[in-house]
């Protein structure tokens, strides 16, 4: 299998920028930005699921993937869970301190202080053997592990992704085009991250809150986009913007609506 189909298309370096100051830098979720429609209505959530994992995994078969953990060789670390959670950008020691504040004396709570080290390196000190063995075992036995995997996905990615992509205007598939940027990129306002990608997407086109084209504004962010993912040699293949986000702003499914066909890295996909 290529290096980068397996989780390889990772988000920037978040260590400097710390927890807090990631979840600051958003919108709230608040009464304007959320409700039943857009991408946190439950149906085109897991359509959202389904659609990262196939990239992230080649698989829609995304809850299968809580067990998953590995060192790809990205200079991150270990990369492991729902959404490729790392022990070199913060989001896997956020995640492992949740699911220990919720469950003490859990199988990862005694890798957390190296975790706090090893965070933003590649270092595996202080983690190997043992914690590629215990996250397995904790995805596979703990329910409140994976409860906090899901939360944690929500609070750092999906609903910052969504509660912006509402303030800016877009509907259902712009929500979904900047959640998959996040999940990638990271949330930090760099040049390569999602703030980054999005500057760069406005220099060229207004967003519809600012009186722009919803179409020719995802075009541009998604340009954006493909240019950032060039600038790193693991995210060299643009296919899950080219050949699935792409495909369905051409075909005018600004709401993301089934069926959809798409295609990453080759492999053809479906959601009936």
């Known amino acids: 299998m290529p290096f980068f189909r397996r989780k390889a298309t990772r988000r920037t370096l978040l260590a400097a920028l710390g927890t807090a100051a990631i ?9 304007s930005t959320t409700g039943s429609a857009g991408l946190d209505a439950p149906a085109k959530k897991e359509i ?3 659609l990262v994992s196939s990239a992230e995994n080649s698989s829609l078969d995304w ?19 729902i959404i490729g959670f790392c022990s070199g950008t913060s989001d896997m020691l956020a ?4 699911y220990t504040e919720r469950a003490p004396g859990n199988v990862l709570a005694a890798y957390l202080p190296a975790l706090r080290a090893v ?3 590649a270092s595996h000190k202080g983690l190997t053997p043992g914690f590629p063995t215990a996250w397995r075992k904790a995805a596979k036995t ?22 912006r992509a509402k303030k800016d205007g877009v509907g259902t598939l712009g929500q979904f085009v900047y959640y998959d940027a996040m999940v990638m990129h990271g949330p930090g306002a760099d040049t390569l991250a999602f703030g980054g990608i999005r500057a760069r997407a406005r220099k060229h086109a207004a967003t519809p809150t600012d009186g722009g084209d919803e179409t020719t504004y995802l075009n ?14 693991a995210h060299s293949d643009v296919t899950r913007v080219e050949t699935a986000q ?16 798409w295609q990453v890295y080759g492999d053809s996909y479906e959601i009936g």
Request: charged share 30%; no cysteine; hydrophobic share 40%.
């Open 142 to 163: 703990s329910a409140a592990f994976r409860e906090a995997q899901r939360d944690e996905r929500d609070r750092g990615y999906f609903d910052p992704a969504v509660a």
């Open 23 to 31: 979840a600051s830098q958003w919108p709230s979720a608040d009464a």
């Open 48 to 50: 959202a699921m389904r």
């Open 246 to 261: 792409r495909v369905f702003l051409k075909q005018g499914n600004l709401d993301l609506d089934t069926p959809l066909n």
């Open 220 to 233: 541009a962010f998604l340009d954006a986009r493909v240019w950032a993912m060039r600038q790193e040699a």
């Open 119 to 121: 965070d933003g390196t």
């Open 95 to 98: 995640l492992v301190e949740l």
């Open 63 to 81: 809850e299968a993937q809580y067990k998953y953990i590995e060192d790809i060789g990205d200079g991150r670390g270990y990369t492991g869970g």
